[in-house]
């Protein structure tokens, strides 16, 4: 729990306005803080671009080849499931592991804080010394902290082992992950499927496809600014410079293989 209103802070910051920031730390109405806020959009840039990207490279490089548009639906829908499959699992299993280890090595901090508490005491005052902190008032932090033991080795798991544990869940990090790569990664299909339903499209087909996945890249990095407070434009512009990169590789690749029909 915050006694300042997050998002006001974030705002004061990004507009460089003090009285604002300071009005934000002085709301006394306690918010709990979305710690896993972040963790989630994370999940969702990373599975949206990763699908978008895929995908839109399936299309350039069957329309490089020279494919028809079924083909184009085929490859694009069996990597749609398969790869968001895949991201999601990869997305679960990392995130429950690195929980895994973290508990682990909560549980060890915690009994060398209860068997040895000397050593504990003197290897977070040799790491405050070595932030620049005079040894008199580290010692002093750390008897001050060492009375409070969970809150002891909350600092330790932070300090000594450069760790922040956070309680998000691997099962939505991975349905994050899989809804963004599936939705996001259907934008470039979009058209090929119209194209399917109504044959005269298909001259269109790939030039509204790669317009639709710039707009959505483009939007995607855009996003990003929710958190990192940088401009939006120039965040949807890196996003749209990346993607249009991959699309394009995928593209020549398709072409230059097109005489292996």
Do not use: C
């Not at 490089?64 to 639906?73: K, Q, R, T």
């Not at 998000?168 to 990664?185: D, H, M, Y």
């Not at 434009?233 to 230059?256: C, D, I, K, P, Q």
């Amino acid at each position: 729990m915050l006694t300042r209103k997050l998002d006001e802070a974030r705002q004061a910051f990004a507009s460089n306005d003090a009285a604002a920031s300071r009005q934000a730390h002085q709301t006394r109405s306690r918010e709990e803080h979305r710690s896993g806020e972040g963790q989630y959009v994370k999940s969702i840039i990373y599975g949206g671009l990763d699908g978008i990207i895929t995908t839109f490279a399936v299309v350039a490089g069957v329309e490089g080849a020279s494919l028809s548009p079924g083909v184009v639906m085929i490859l694009g829908g069996a990597n749609l499931l398969a790869d968001g499959l895949s991201m999601a699992i990869g997305d679960f299993l990392s995130t429950r592991s690195e929980q895994e280890y973290n508990r682990a090595e909560r549980r060890r901090e915690a009994w060398e804080v209860e068997h040895y508490p000397e050593g504990e005491k003197q290897e977070l005052i040799e790491l405050y010394t070595a932030k620049g902190i005079p040894e008199a008032d580290a010692h002093v932090m750390v008897e001050a902290l060492a009375k409070h033991p969970e809150a002891w080795v909350d600092v330790m798991m932070v300090q000594e082992l450069g760790i922040l544990e956070s309680e998000e869940s691997p099962l939505r990090n991975a349905l994050a992950t899989f809804l963004s790569f599936t939705v996001l990664g259907l934008v470039p299909l979009l058209t090929p499927l119209a194209a399917l339903i109504w044959p005269a499209l298909r001259p269109l087909s790939f030039g509204v496809s790669a317009a639709l996945t710039a707009a959505a890249l483009f939007a995607l990095g855009a996003m990003k600014t929710r958190l990192t407070l940088r401009s939006w434009w120039r965040s949807g512009l890196e996003m749209l410079v990346v993607g249009g990169v991959a699309a394009a590789t995928a593209y020549g690749v398709g072409f230059v293989l097109s005489g292996l029909q």
